[in-house]
């Protein structure tokens, strides 16, 4: 009997076989241009990833680029205040359309730079000059690909058939539809650029066991950065100030389910902030505006994460919006979109430096960590370790990923 592993090229299918159970994946799968390919063709492009928050995007005409490996979508607000994903690629000899990350269709048309041929904002071709008889105008529209829109989270996926999304849509309804995304706006992007593999910048965010010695600030902070065993009582006391307030956002543990399964895969859990910290701002105290149902801080967070590549992160004041960008075996951009409500106003409400420092802090340090971590993998010498048991979620993930690579 053959199962899909055995349909893999040897070479992969003995690597995956290699793998010890509880350790980290052998150095091909960081280092491999033809195993990121794969990565892409049977894990990235199957996922649903999300393209950003709808607030970007809030007139007809205005588009964003969502991004994956050497794919580009722009996701466009339509005259119908609809929200599509069209690939960005001409229907004539494929230039991309647009080049900025964001940006807005003059007069509700997206004109190729090439030699003009003219799509509206359905994508729909609405002009091509000199073509011979017999064009049809109506045959050569820009692809569309699917797209949700929950809580004010923008999804899409290259898909053809969708892994169901309905799971993941009653998990953001409870997760960051208690925190009010669908009432946010972006308040300030960054963009990291990390050389290295996406999975190891994956790994690195699903595991702190590296956030006591790499992240003095945050550990400071959350609670999260010690061994789960020591955090019961803060954990529990979060939850009941949460109850006071009358925020219930049940865990979800059905991250690594999707393999196989048809659906996409989804994580929600709460986790306490330090007694003194109401957010996880500059100096611990609230934004002058809370979001969503909270009226006060329960002195917790809600982390949740959607498919392989969208996580999130929500206190009760702000929130943030982490996009993984797998662009090369060796380079993976990472965005981080912090949000506030949508009637926040900065000097009043908030002040930008308070709000951002600690991500921008976390995330100079993962940049670093995950850029070392790959210097030393490159190594012909590395062999792979064991993970500790504040690394369950990052065996957790590298588990699923390789499955999903034997179910693509
Ligand atoms: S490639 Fe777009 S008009 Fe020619
Ligand atoms: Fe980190």
Redesign the pocket.
């Known amino acids: 009997m053959t199962g899909p592993i055995d349909e893999l090229t040897p070479r992969l299918a003995a690597l995956v076989r290699s793998r010890r159970a509880g350790y980290a994946l052998p150095r091909d799968f960081y280092t491999d241009p033809q195993i990121f390919e794969c990565d892409v063709q049977r894990m990235l492009l199957r996922h649903w990833f999300c393209a950003g928050h709808a607030s970007s995007i809030a007139r007809p005409g205005d588009y964003l680029l969502a991004e994956l490996a050497n794919e580009s979508v722009i996701i466009v607000r339509t005259a119908a205040h609809q929200v599509r994903a069209l690939l960005n690629v001409?229907r004539?000899?494929?230039?991309r359309l647009c080049a900025e990350h964001a940006g807005h269709a003059p007069a509700g048309r997206f004109t190729?730079p090439?030699?003009?041929?003219s799509y509206d904002l359905e994508g729909r071709l609405l002009a091509a000059r000199h073509m011979p008889e017999g064009f049809r105008r109506e045959e050569m529209g820009l692809r569309s690909l699917p797209v949700r829109v929950v809580e004010g989270l923008i999804f899409t996926t290259f898909a053809e058939e969708p892994l169901d999304f309905s799971a993941a849509e009653a998990a953001l309804a409870q997760s960051a539809g208690t925190h009010g995304w669908g009432r946010a706006k972006v308040a300030h992007r960054e963009l990291y650029v990390i050389n290295a593999n996406w999975k190891l910048a994956i790994e690195n965010y699903m595991e702190c066991y590296h956030c006591q010695p790499a992240h003095p600030e945050y550990a400071r902070r959350h609670v999260y950065a010690r061994p789960a065993e020591l955090n019961i009582e803060l954990e529990r006391a979060a939850r009941q100030r949460g109850a006071a307030l009358g925020i219930r956002v049940p865990d979800i543990d059905e991250y690594a389910c999707a393999a196989g399964a048809g659906r996409e895969s989804v994580s929600v859990f709460r986790s306490a902030l330090h007694e003194g910290h109401a957010s996880a701002t500059a100096d611990g105290r609230p934004l002058g505006r809370y979001m969503g149902s909270f009226s006060a801080s329960d002195g917790n967070s809600t982390y949740f994460d959607i498919g392989p590549l969208s996580d999130f992160l929500a206190y009760p004041d702000h929130g943030l919006i982490y996009r993984f960008i797998p662009r090369a075996v060796d380079r993976t951009e990472m965005e981080l979109l912090w949000l506030v409500d949508a009637e926040a106003v900065e000097g009043t409400d908030y002040d930008a430096e308070q709000l951002t420092w600690l991500w921008k802090t976390t995330s100079i340090e993962d940049k670093r960590i995950v850029e070392m971590n790959q210097a030393g993998i490159d190594s012909r010498f590395f062999v792979p370790g064991p993970y500790s048991t504040q690394e369950s979620y990052a065996d957790r993930f590298v588990t699923w990923y390789l499955a999903e690579l034997g179910a693509g």
Not at 92 to 95: L, P, V
Not at 114 to 117: E, G
């Open positions: 001409c004539h000899r494929g230039s190729c090439y030699h003009a041929w």
